[in-house]
């Protein structure tokens, strides 16, 4: 019998920001594959009518608030989390927030509010579910970072600056936690359209000079997450951990199309 080893069936995912956007596709595509979910918002109620799709396809799923900037916050929750399923497999560390201006116009609290939310919050939120992996001696952390974790954008510096660290603290907890059977990898998508990139993409023009420098032609669709997700979540990924996978069309390749390929 051929095993299927993207098979997440009677695994637990905990997916944080999943009162919309890119959090709610990754808990569609694991609950697709068979995991059981508890989605998180600062707002519970924000989750409620996605924690009701996810129930409609079989899963079961749970829904609790979590302030990622707030430390008493993600104690409760992963105390709730391990209470409404007993264990937490998977994490997706998915959280995040941004601000746009120039950098000489950025004050000391915008570059808190996102350095909180991205990085500190993204290990803190990490380092509460961790002992109950290390007790199971088994764990999958996705930590979501961007393809800012290796490219740099004048009007978004501390955004750049918290997922660069995203992908240097998942190879630190990839080293830490390894011994335990706890993989931690950073899923780092490319020019999405989210909440977050809408105003962009009302721009045809920078839309156009986008695609120009993305080898595959277009931005990424949130579907085009589904398979990432899952393989990392997954025992296909079983040996596959301080890695940071780009999931962006190619444009880290720095292509910029000629007249004539």
Known sequence: MVKNFFDLSGRVA????ASRGLGQYFGRALAEA?????????????????ADEIRARGRRVASLSLDVRDEASIRLMAEEADAAFGKID????NAGGNVRKPAVDFTWEDW????DTNLRGT???AQAVAPGMIRRGYG???????????????????YCASRGGVKQMTMALADAWGRHGITVNCLAP???RTEQTRALYENAEWVEYLCERIPLGRPGQPDDLDGAIVFLASEASRYVTGQTLLVD?????????????
């Open 34 to 50: 068979g995991a059981d979910l508890i989605v998180t918002a600062r707002r519970r109620e924000d989750t409620e009518d996605f």
């Open 14 to 17: 905990l997916v944080t920001g």
């Open 112 to 115: 808190n509010k996102v350095l």
């Open 140 to 158: 999958r952390i996705v930590n979501i970072g961007s393809v800012t974790s290796v490219f740099g954008y004048g009007a978004i510096a501390p």
């Open 123 to 125: 290990f803190f939120v």
């Open 190 to 192: 490319g020019w999405f």
């Open 249 to 261: 069309g190619g444009i880290t390749t720095g292509s910029i199309k000629a007249s004539v390929d």
């Open 90 to 93: 998977i994490l997706v560390n």
